[in-house]
């Protein structure tokens, strides 16, 4: 219960003054000492002694939660309980502006014989004065909520003209109530969007590309360099393709804003995305190292598990490279220019005939232009689709809002066509073969399998593990007398089998051993 003005207290009449702005804004303005000073006249109307004055910069009073001036007040009239009779305001709503955390905090410092005073509006003990204090707090919440409600209705509508409402992504910058390209990120963000669509980077590639170029992730006053996590948000935006979307609403509308790319682009990068999760590395690869290439790709003869290498000193201080079984199997170390001595040897064995060769390089571009020819055709074939979908979705957007078609069932098909019409495109971007050249695809196949020996010895790491693992994809054997017995691929066997008809019947049906394959009677190549 509120004490009335005419309960005699310790050491007269004094009461502390509680004075609050909303934003940051408020603070810079004189709003505060304007509060200050009416609280202090009416305080010495009223005959108090201000003995304490608290101040709450840039908080709303939509909530309790986040005002550590108004905690520290509440707790200095607990401990001075008695000694402080009256809390004043500008106005009921610098407590709160929700009626029931206003009531709740009355009746905290009625519990410590402190009265809230507002300076200018009427509050007292009487019955009548009690219910204008509480209406007044009512009128606060009712203010806050409309206040609430016309902001919500302000970002709805914003929304549906395709207008954002808050910081735009990476590449734009917010002026005069519309996003518009920035001048410093929109090309560099453009070149990022084109280099992820070719599906040559990783999320952490990428991300450390747009680091090295410059880009940087904003949040607040703080910045953030591309991190992988970063990298997937910003390319799953289809805000860069000229669309908003909204978690709130539920829905998707054209904006207002320059798309940065095409939706072509968009879902071809989002099926990147897609299919990058699915396939996602999470071990790491330890096996490759520049000074053992063959490591694990050359196996124990005796138990099969994969050689390991390493460097081993002489007494005389020099070092040696050496490969051995990793198991241990046979306690026998094989210098490692003896194992590539042998590759090597076995490479220029296996390099195909060059007419076989050439009926090769005749096969893959017949093969080539067909292909293009059947591309064209699918991607005139996704345009079709993809007009037709359009006008469905069109039709079925008039049947909503004629009512045919309730909400439900409008998205419900909406997704659906959205669905189709993003693999109709996926589809229609797809420029695999139209990146390639065919003449620098040929000249570079001509290099490779001219001499296979001479490949390896001037390929890198990366090159070496490639060529090998498509010529044996399970390894080669090392039987500990100098040799290395290779399984072959069928695909090579073909390469090397391949004739003016074709593949020659019987070829590359399978693995050979290197005594039945390179056998003058059994090798073609």
């Not at 502390?16 to 000492?33: A, G, H, K, P, W």
């Not at 070149?191 to 070719?198: H, I, N, R, S, V």
């Not at 809002?401 to 229609?428: C, M, T």
Request: proline letters at 3%; aromatic letters at 10%.
């Amino acid at each position: 219960m509120i004490l009335g003005r005419n309960v005699i207290h310790e050491a007269g009449k004094k009461a502390i003054i509680y004075l609050r702005v909303s934003t940051e804004e408020q603070v810079d303005n004189f709003s505060l000492d304007t509060q200050e000073d009416i609280c202090r006249k009416e305080a010495e109307r009223r005959g108090y002694e201000v003995v304490e004055i608290f101040r709450e910069e840039g908080r709303s009073a939509k909530t309790i939660v986040g005002r550590p001036i108004l905690i520290q007040m509440l707790e200095y009239c607990r401990k001075n309980k008695r000694k402080v009779q009256a809390v004043f305001v500008y106005r009921i709503d610098r407590i709160s502006r929700q009626t029931a955390d206003y009531l709740g905090i009355r009746k905290k410092l009625a519990e410590s014989d402190v009265a809230v005073v507002s300076a200018t509006e009427p509050t007292g003990d009487s019955p009548t004065e009690k219910l204008v204090e509480t209406i007044l707090a009512g009128f606060a919440q009712l203010d806050n909520d409309i206040r609430s409600e016309r902001a919500r209705n302000g970002l709805r509508a914003r929304f549906n003209k395709g207008l954002i409402s808050g910081k735009p992504p990476l590449g734009y910058i917010f002026q005069s109530g519309y996003a518009v390209k920035d001048p410093k990120t929109w090309d560099l963000m453009k070149k990022a969007w084109e280099l992820m669509a070719t599906g040559s980077k990783s999320l952490s590639e990428i991300g450390k590309v747009m680091t090295d170029w410059g880009l940087r992730e904003t949040h607040g006053k703080k910045i953030h360099i591309i991190r992988p996590q970063t990298a997937n948000a910003i390319f799953r935006l289809k805000f860069y393709a000229g669309y908003l979307n909204s978690k709130t609403y539920k829905e998707e509308v054209r904006g207002q804003h320059v798309p940065m790319i095409t939706e072509e682009q968009f879902y071809k990068v989002q099926a990147i995305l897609d299919g990058r999760k699915q396939n996602q590395v999470t071990k790491r690869d330890h096996r490759f190292n520049i000074d053992f290439p063959l490591r694990r790709i050359v196996k124990c003869g005796n138990c099969g598990a994969g050689f390991t290498g390493a460097w081993t000193t002489s007494g005389h201080g020099k070092k040696f490279p050496y490969y051995w079984c990793s198991k241990r199997c046979i306690y026998k170390s094989i210098p490692i220019a003896d194992v590539e001595y042998a590759l090597i040897n076995l490479l220029k064995e296996l390099t195909p005939k060059k007419e076989n060769l050439e009926y090769f390089l005749d096969t893959i571009q017949r093969t080539y232009h067909e292909r293009l020819s059947r591309l064209n055709k699918i991607r005139n074939e996704a345009d079709a689709e993809i007009e037709s979908l359009k006008a469905l979705r069109k039709t079925i957007v008039e049947k909503n809002l004629a009512g045919v078609y309730s909400d439900e069932i409008f998205k419900e098909q909406n997704a659906a066509i959205e669905d189709r019409i993003a693999r109709a495109l996926v589809v229609k971007e797809d420029n695999t073969l139209k990146d390639y050249n065919i003449d620098t695809l040929f000249n570079f196949i001509k290099t490779i399998l001219a001499d296979l020996g001479e490949t390896y010895k001037r390929a890198s790491l990366g090159q070496i593990k490639v060529i090998l693992g498509a010529i044996f994809p399970d390894g080669l054997t090392w039987d500990y007398t100098g040799t290395l017995h290779p399984k072959i691929s069928p695909l090579y066997q073909a390469i090397c089998h391949i004739g003016p008809k074709g593949i020659r019947s019987g070829a590359g049906d399978g693995m050979r051993a290197r005594d039945l394959f390179l056998g003058k009677e059994a090798f073609y190549c």
